[in-house]
């Protein structure tokens, strides 16, 4: 990814790092079905286009070890910490 945005001379890689990283750990990932913030901070990120797009429906996905840790932790909407 962070090929497709830095310079023809890659000069600014790390100015261009931060936008990547937050893109990565937006992305679901195929083999937990969840993107990073998901599981670590048990929400996603707002970002701006959430605000003119509205929320989007979560897809219900059947990963067994990665659900139940995510059901494990939030019911309607509210993270629990026990």
């Given at each position: 990814?962070?090929?497709k945005v830095v310079e023809i001379n890659q000069s600014n890689w790390?100015?261009?790092l931060?936008?990547?990283m937050a893109a990565h750990r937006a992305t679901k990932h195929d083999s937990t079905?969840?993107?990073p913030n998901r599981l670590v901070f048990n929400r996603e990120n707002?970002?701006?286009i959430?605000?003119?797009l509205g929320?989007?429906?979560e897809e219900e996905e059947n990963h067994a070890t990665y659900n139940n840790f995510v059901r494990m932790y939030k019911?309607?909407?509210e993270v629990l910490m026990t």
């Open positions: 990814m962070l090929g790390d100015e261009c931060s936008s990547v079905g969840f993107s707002r970002m701006p959430d605000i003119v929320e989007i429906p019911k309607d909407g």
